[in-house]
């Protein structure tokens, strides 16, 4: 098998169209890698500018009051990872900027894909893209004339006689293919390692493996099918047609197609009918500015007995403050009750997504692809909630200085010094370790694993059933 | 006669060929589903509008019957007086919509990144946080929308592959091409008019598809030129991708190399291409923060509010010289009330100049796009696209500038009427819902 494999390389070698198309996708995948890595760079670069600029007008406030700081505000930017070089996924069409306030709970805003005309469908030229669209093609047309090419021209024969059998001549293809494919996978994953040493983590180095294993394996199931499908077919014509076909169907209709089926089974409601729904919630709770309602009293008398005092006056506290603070909480709990369950419905829609992985492997690969280069919806439900959580921690800093601050019931015009406010920590987002969100794409590797080895047991199989001679 | 022979023979082996039938009538069921998840579309976007329109009208109902009634406003907010211009204005539920176009089930386009409608009241902007998309999967708005657009530009290249990548291909597999010669005479003559026959099927079946919509929603009627474009286009579509294929088939030997050379051209134009000009305008043009907007909005509109009120009124009298000559522009004292309820005006101006700076920056943006072009076939025939099915970035462009133009009349007004001292009552508060299209 070994002298086969060897061999075949050997013939691969010798075929100048080979030894270009080699060269090119390997010096194309070098360049897109590395100007992956510099726009990815400039990006980070933006971010961190636009955070920094934002925080220093914080910094630098005039004694304010609290409560007015509160609608000033604050915003959270998306970071970039530095694997979004090899998978840009859905951060053109989110959002990079979230508002942060009291009362209110905003959108991310200001998507990519908004600022501009429509450029690409398949997205930008990052090494996804090559990994997805254009070396499985090469793959395919390689494999399909590794075997037809050894049928057509009598070679086949001869080596069966020489005492060679089926299955080791398929096998010796298949995997004398797949290392050229996975080769391709490493030179990006060194490029991407040279250019990001600095700031290079376990995590990091974990992704990039899992990356380059979840390509390695739906490599494997196109050349295997491709192999198949040329040993069982007896028409080269009608085996070549047909791996194009199912290869058009996993990488552009079937995700198309899906994604809109899976978004019809359990549709969002629209964002006026979802924001009234909220709205409604909210007003059955307090109003910070309109304090009325049997919830305000409730609480006014809670915080009166607290303090063993008969009126609001006579707090040493502010209760405006305290007023702000259960408002928010109210907030709170129907932002989770409304978010909560537009996320859980965004999830449940992705692992149908996943699932359609047991008919196309393409929406596995594609899905490890993202979650790894941590460009996918778990990344990004991931950074809306830690921007939450942050603007809770800040309109509860800022709420508690008014209300335990110094000031007193009705003094609306106490103002906090810009010490305080330099003592609120800046929104910092941790980009998440890849081993916790692992449970979430174990389908997707379930279904490469499966399809990988069924189709080798196939060929296996087909190759051992057929007779040649 | 041997040309029309040849012609006819093409159909007859199309029909007797069950893979093409198949693919055909495959492509025949995704266009018939892209349509009616465009006609879906269509239809939620209507629903919504019709829904905000509906319950826009019972607001306004509601504040009539105060007038009626004698009330001042909402019964929980003692402190809102609707005679005052400033609370009866706030209580004009103003919206602008863009109601979808009568061709959008023929192409989505950019229509899923931005919103169609927007509540106007008298501190927004353009880029307000209600102008964003839908409620909708972000990794399912990556993959797209099965659009008709979409399969006419990206997969109608591959139906083509698939019907034509064995003319001449499967007579070179078999060795029979020199038959042809002496059978027919001239190859790249008897090429052509196999190719014609499929250029032919597929503009009638896209032409078929864009009339059926057009007629289903009366397109022909108010969107005719669009129409006619769009037909125009997509025949040229067909033809240049059946020009590469041709000279490909004829100048290749073998129907796998045809068929590996077409599927490379395809990738090339389809992808590659497009994926290359998208990298480089990101370099070029990186994610806008939009920052001075932000600034804008926060800092210096904090700014704004901290300026005294003499400041304010000469700030507004430089934007509207007209309201010297309002009754509060005649009196000698300042009244600090009405500074404050139209200061609004003050921020307006400022956010309008920092929109100016964003929609330059990505009007940069797309001036790189547009030069690419020379190089990029699919991408213009996309954007044309969008541009006659009213779904591009400049259709909602021009949604933003007509959002702009309701934001400048309601805050005009406010700031007139307010310094005008008007005393609303019914009939006012109507010449007010008319100034704003409501027929009440």
């Known amino acids: 098998m070994k002298n086969i494999v060897i061999n075949e390389w050997k013939g691969l070698f010798r075929n100048r169209l080979f030894l270009v198309l080699v060269c090119i996708f390997t010096i194309a995948l070098l360049l897109t890698t590395y100007l992956g890595i510099l726009q990815n760079n400039t990006q980070i670069l933006a971010q961190k500018e636009a955070q920094e600029h934002i925080r220093e007008q914080w910094?630098?406030?005039?004694?304010?009051?609290?409560?007015?700081?509160?609608?000033?505000?604050?915003?959270?930017?998306?970071?970039?990872n530095l694997l979004n070089s090899l998978d840009e996924g859905i951060n053109a069409v989110t959002g990079n900027v979230l508002r942060l306030e009291g009362h209110t709970q905003n959108d991310v805003m200001f998507s990519e894909a908004s600022q501009s005309l429509l450029i690409s469908k398949f997205g930008k030229l990052k090494p996804s893209l090559l990994f997805q669209f254009i070396i499985p093609l090469f793959l395919i047309f390689l494999s399909f004339n590794s075997y037809i090419a050894e049928r057509e021209s009598g070679r086949l024969k001869l080596l069966l006689v020489q005492g060679?059998?089926?299955?080791?001549?398929?096998?010796?293809?298949?995997?004398?293919?797949?290392?050229?494919?996975?080769?391709?996978?490493?030179?990006?994953?060194?490029?991407?390692?040279?250019?990001?040493?600095?700031?290079?983590?376990?995590?990091?180095?974990?992704?990039?493996?899992?990356?380059?294993?979840?390509?390695?394996?739906?490599?494997l199931t196109l050349i295997t099918l491709t192999v198949l499908l040329s040993l069982i077919f007896k028409n080269a014509t009608g085996a070549l047609s047909l791996s194009i076909v199912i290869w058009v169907m996993w990488t552009v209709f079937l995700p198309k197609i899906i994604g809109n089926t899976v978004e019809k089974i359990s549709p969002f409601p629209t964002r006026v009918e979802f924001q009234n729904a909220m709205d409604v919630d909210r007003s059955k709770g307090i109003d910070g500015h309109n304090p009325s309602g049997d919830r305000k009293k409730e609480l006014e008398e809670k915080t009166?007995?607290?303090?063993?005092?008969?009126s609001v006056s006579e707090l040493p506290v502010n209760f405006s403050g305290i007023l702000m603070q259960a408002d928010e909480e109210y907030g709170n709990d129907v932002w989770d009750k409304h978010f909560g369950s537009l996320y859980k419905q965004l999830q449940i829609q992705k692992r149908n997504y996943q699932l359609s992985g047991f008919f196309n492997p393409f929406a596995s690969v594609q899905s490890l692809s993202m979650g790894t280069a941590g460009t996918d919806m778990f990344h990004h439900l991931d950074f809306l909630k830690q921007a939450e959580n942050y603007r809770r921690f800040f309109i509860k800093k800022l709420n508690d200085e008014y209300a335990f601050g110094g000031s007193k019931t009705g003094d609306r015009s106490w103002k906090a010094d810009t010490k305080f406010f330099q003592s609120v920590k800046d929104f910092s987002y941790t980009f998440p370790v890849f081993l916790s969100f692992l449970s979430k794409y174990i389908l997707d590797i379930l279904f490469l694993f499966i399809w990988s080895v069924c189709l080798l047991f196939w060929l296996k199989y087909s190759s051992e059933k057929t007779i040649f001679l | 006669m041997r040309e029309l022979h040849v012609f006819s023979y093409e159909f007859k082996h199309f029909l007797k060929t069950p893979a093409k039938v198949i693919t055909y009538l495959f492509f025949m069921f995704?266009?018939?589903?892209?349509?009616?998840?465009?006609?879906?579309?269509?239809?939620?976007?209507?629903?919504?509008?019709?829904n905000i329109e509906i319950e826009n009208k019972n607001k306004v109902l509601k504040v009539l019957t105060w007038f009626e009634e004698g009330k001042s406003g909402p019964e929980s907010k003692s402190w809102v007086d609707i005679s005052n211009p400033y609370w009866s204005l706030n209580y004009i539920p103003t919206y602008m919509l863009k109601h979808p176009s009568s061709l959008l089930p023929l192409g989505v386009g950019q229509a899923e990144q931005y919103g169609y409608y927007k509540e106007i009241t008298n501190w927004s902007s353009t880029y307000d946080n209600d102008m964003v998309e839908e409620l909708s999967n972000p990794e399912r708005l990556?993959?797209?929308?099965?659009?008709?657009?979409?399969?006419?530009?990206?997969?109608?290249?591959?139906?083509?592959?698939?019907?034509?990548?064995?003319?001449?291909?499967?007579?070179?597999?078999?060795?029979?091409d020199k038959l042809i010669t002496i059978q027919f005479g001239a190859i790249k003559k008897w090429i052509f008019i196999r190719f014609l026959f499929y250029v032919f099927l597929l503009i009638f079946t896209v032409v078929f598809f864009i009339i059926t919509v057009s007629v289903i929603n009366n397109s022909l009627v108010t969107d005719f030129s669009q129409v006619k474009s769009l037909i125009l286009l997509s025949s040229l579509y067909i033809i240049f991708f059946a020009t590469i294929f041709y000279f490909i088939a004829v100048y290749s030997c073998g129907s796998s190399a045809i068929a590996f050379k077409m599927i490379s051209a395809w990738l090339l134009l389809c992808v590659l291409i497009p994926g290359s000009v998208h990298q480089f305008a990101s370099m070029k043009?990186?994610?806008?923060?939009?920052?001075?907007?932000?600034?804008?909005?926060?800092?210096?509109?904090?700014?704004?509010?901290?300026?005294?009120?003499?400041?304010?009124?000469?700030?507004l009298v430089e934007i509207y010289p007209a309201l010297n000559e309002t009754v509060h522009g005649q009196e000698d004292e300042i009244d600090n009330r009405i500074i404050r309820n139209t200061v609004c005006a003050v921020i307006n101006e400022m956010n309008k100049n920092v929109i100016?700076?964003?929609?330059?920056?990505?009007?940069?943006?797309?001036?790189?796009?547009f030069s690419s072009y020379w190089v990029n076939p699919v991408s213009f025939v996309q954007n044309k696209w969008n541009s006659y099915t009213f779904t591009d970035y400049y259709s909602y462009k021009r949604y933003r500038s007509n959002v702009q133009k309701i934001i400048d009349k309601k805050i005009e007004l406010l700031s007139v009427e307010c310094w005008g001292r008007r005393k609303v009552n019914r009939s006012i508060y109507q010449q007010y819902l008319q100034e704003f299209n409501y027929d009440m």
């Open chain 2, 356 to 369: 100016k700076d964003i929609e330059q920056q990505n009007e940069a943006k797309n001036q790189l796009i």
């Open chain 1, 59 to 80: 910094d630098s406030m005039d004694p304010t009051n609290p409560h007015r700081a509160a609608h000033f505000g604050s915003y959270a930017f998306k970071p970039t």
């Open chain 2, 142 to 176: 990556v993959n797209g929308n099965i659009d008709f657009s979409f399969l006419v530009i990206f997969l109608l290249p591959v139906l083509l592959i698939i019907l034509t990548y064995n003319i001449k291909g499967l007579e070179d597999d078999f060795k029979f």
């Open chain 2, 285 to 315: 043009y990186p994610v806008n923060y939009m920052t001075d907007y932000l600034d804008v909005n926060r800092k210096e509109a904090y700014e704004v509010f901290e300026l005294s009120t003499d400041s304010l009124y000469y700030r």
């Open chain 2, 30 to 50: 995704a266009c018939a589903y892209s349509i009616y998840n465009g006609f879906d579309l269509q239809n939620k976007q209507k629903q919504t509008i019709q």
């Open chain 1, 164 to 219: 060679a059998s089926l299955k080791k001549i398929v096998f010796s293809k298949v995997f004398s293919i797949w290392i050229i494919g996975l080769l391709l996978l490493i030179s990006t994953t060194f490029v991407q390692l040279i250019f990001n040493t600095y700031d290079l983590s376990f995590d990091a180095i974990f992704r990039l493996i899992l990356f380059v294993c979840s390509y390695g394996c739906y490599y």
């Open chain 1, 304 to 310: 009166l007995a607290k303090y063993q005092v008969n």
